[in-house]
């Protein structure tokens, strides 16, 4: 059933490039036509002109055209005499006894084995056999002969080569429509399944590796590309060759072309038996393809931890361990290819050319059924043709094989449940922030929070803190809509989020996250993210509010210097500053710092935190924090453990209260005393 349905979707996208698909394949289709003809007039090149000079020539008394002068008289071939009776003419055969034409004067009343002896051709046909005076023709008699064929021969030469001529342009402009068609059918392709990406829910991020994703978009769609360009074209060509020349077969001997239609049933039996192994072999592969991109890319962003602790070998071996058995499969299906494909074809063309053999050599001993062989030439032709497009359908199985399974892949990914992105404009919230006996767990039945209540009002600073494990992230989560809530509600300004889409809810949000994520461009656009409604003058402001410019300032380029993958060139802080500006900048209603301080040295620290108290005015701020020197400022003041709310008040109410707050404090502020 997902084979049938990966067909058809991948059909729906051939139909999106129809009309270049079209124009390809009737470009294919006429450079096959035109290459198909060159049997048929080879075939009347030697039946009609080298061995045509053996048909009855018929005695005339004046010179003409295709006429030939031999022995006092002209003489013109019967088929281009207008009248074509020959009963009471003066006729004479040219006929071939080994290496040697002779002229016998008069016609003959059959055919068959020719000797020649003491001007005298002798032809023998089983037990008849008839004599008749006969003249051996020299050199340049011989070429008289041959003289009116000539031109005939100079006209299907030129057609021929006018016919390759043909055939090679819409070959070329097949090859290129097509390539041209499959690279836009894959670029549509790319774009589905990156827009798919944005869609798709972060837990489905939380159980595939990045190198899987990337494995999907970029590996299996090129793989697709095969498709259309190698695949697409070798089956549809090979059909029209198959189908083409078994017409002319079927034109020449209609008898031999029923036996060759044998070929037919064996292939599909063969195409059936290793679609059932190779699709076996082709979806491991594939999905080792993806465990090796997953494992290259965890190993380079972990490379700086593998080299720390000295985890080279160690991460060699597993690379090596993929690899050793993705090796094995591409061996075996290797092996699948090498032992059926080329054999089974050199088999069916060795019983065929045994057939044709047979056929003709025992229909030229029969009476009366003497071959062409003109006939002959083109048959073994054909055959011979047949073959190639029969070779080439055979060896892309593989790669059929392999773009069915590449698509399996790539549809599963895009079948996921996602969410349509929203261009919905929502008004500027006012920041009241409520959660209602909210309950949420990352599995079922497993809760990482249990009835959590609280409200944050407009302009509100609300501070979660808590050990690691205690709930704090994730209640950030469920209010940006990452994750959807099990039970409860969580209101926005008295609006249920589960009501709203989660482009209106984020908005009017901003987030900086304990470890900041760089894009690769430049430090005014990963402040702007490149949003048009972020001005340059906005993004420098943004900076300067952070206490960002310092530094900035002092970069060869400023504002553009180039920022490479995740910004690798510059300091935990600098990160953190630039991220904090791309929040700010955004100018949210709610603003939400993830262990923002976690990893910023105390001047840098003192930095932000001055911002804050200006940037705080008008927006509600949640911020997660193990540092409780940061919040001693808040509004409000969140203590989890194990996923519910233990303790809530200002820090001064907190301390006072000299519960689990008070003890995190002076436990913190006992370690800073001693580290000083």
């Given amino acids: 059933m997902k084979e049938v349905k990966s067909g058809k979707r991948l059909f729906r996208y051939a139909l999106t490039q129809k009309k270049i698909i079209i124009i390809a ?88 084995e020719r000797r020649a002896a003491n001007g005298e051709l002798t032809i023998t046909r089983g037990e008849e056999s008839a004599t008749y005076e006969a003249t051996r023709l020299t050199s340049s008699e011989l070429i008289d002969f041959y003289q009116p064929e000539v ?8 057609l021929y080569f006018g016919l390759l001529v043909v055939s090679s342009f819409f070959q070329y402009g097949q090859s290129y429509y097509l390539q041209t068609s499959a690279n836009r059918i894959i670029q549509k392709m790319r774009e589905d399944v990156f827009g798919q990406i944005q869609k798709l829910p972060i837990q489905y991020f939380d159980h595939l590796p990045a190198g899987k994703v990337v494995s999907r978009i970029t590996n299996d769609t090129e793989t697709i590309k095969e498709l259309y360009v190698t695949v697409l074209a070798t089956f549809f060509s090979g059909l029209i060759y198959i189908t083409g020349i078994y017409i002319a077969l079927f034109l020449l001997d209609a008898k031999l072309a029923a036996i060759s239609l044998l070929l037919i049933p064996i ?148 079948d996921e449940a996602g969410v349509e992105v929203s261009d919905v404009q929502h008004p500027r919230y006012e920041g009241n922030v409520s959660f209602e006996s ?111 410019m310092d530094f900035i300032s002092a970069l060869p380029k400023g504002l553009e210097e180039p920022v490479i993958e995740k910004g690798s060139t510059l300091s935990s802080g600098q990160r953190q500053l630039i991220s904090f500006a791309r929040a700010l900048a955004f100018d949210p209603a709610i603003l939400i710092l993830d262990e923002a301080t976690a990893s910023i040295d105390t001047e840098t620290e003192a930095v932000i935190q001055n911002a804050l108290e200006v940037l705080k005015k008008g927006r509600t701020t949640f911020i997660i924090a193990h540092r409780l020197s940061t919040i001693k400022s808040a509004d409000q003041i969140l203590v989890l453990d194990r996923g519910a709310i233990v303790e809530r008040g200002n820090h001064i109410e907190l301390m006072e209260r000299k519960g689990k707050y008070y003890q995190m404090y002076e436990l913190q502020q006992g370690g800073q005393h001693l580290a000083g």
């Avoid at 022995?71 to 040219?94: C, H, I, Q, W």
Wanted: net charge neutral; aromatic share 12%.
């Fill in 438 to 548: 909210v309950s949420f767990g990352y599995k079922e039945n497993e809760y990482v929070l249990k009835d959590i209540s609280f409200q944050a009002q407009k302009g509100e600073t609300v501070a979660l803190v808590g050990h690691t494990g205690s709930g704090k992230s994730s209640i950030m989560n469920l209010l940006f809509r990452f994750y959807d809530i099990e039970k409860g509600k969580i209101l926005i300004d008295g609006k249920d989020i589960q009501q709203l889409s989660k482009q209106e809810i984020r908005q009017h949000m901003g987030i900086v996250l304990q470890d900041p994520f760089l894009f690769s461009g430049t430090i005014a656009s990963n402040v702007s993210l490149e949003d048009p409604s972020i001005s340059m003058d906005k993004v420098k402001k943004a900076l300067e509010d952070v206490g960002a």
């Fill in 25 to 112: 394949l009737i470009m294919l289709s006429i450079a096959v036509a035109a290459e198909l003809t060159g049997p048929f007039i080879a075939k009347r090149m030697i039946d009609n002109h080298i061995l045509g000079i053996e048909k009855t020539w018929i005695a005339t008394g004046e010179e003409g055209q295709d006429k030939v002068f031999y022995n006092g008289k002209y003489y013109l071939r019967e088929d281009r005499a207008e009248d074509t009776d020959v009963s009471g003419k003066d006729t004479a055969r040219v006929l071939q006894v080994g290496r040697e034409y002779y002229f016998v004067p008069s016609e003959i009343t059959f055919d068959g």
């Fill in 151 to 158: 031109k005939y021969i100079g006209y299907l030469v030129a």
């Fill in 267 to 414: 292939l599909v039996i063969w195409f059936i038996f290793y679609r059932k192994y190779a699709s076996v072999y082709n979806h491991k592969i594939r999905a080792l393809l993806s465990d090796i991109n997953g494992n290259i890319n965890e190993s380079i962003q972990g490379m700086t931890i593998i080299q720390a602790f000295r985890r080279q070998k160690k991460a060699k071996e597993e690379f090596e361990t993929w690899n050793e058995e993705h090796f094995t499969y591409q061996n075996k299906l290797l092996s699948l290819n090498a032992l059926t494909s080329h054999n089974l074809v050199g088999v069916l063309r060795n019983i065929s050319f045994v057939v044709v053999i047979w056929y003709f050599g025992g229909a030229s001993l029969g009476v009366g059924s003497m071959i062409s062989l003109g006939v002959l030439y083109a048959y073994v032709d054909y055959l011979g043709r047949m073959f190639g497009p029969i070779t080439g359908m055979v060896n892309q199985l593989a790669n059929l094989e392999q773009a069915r399974v590449s698509a399996a892949r790539v549809f599963e990914l895009m």
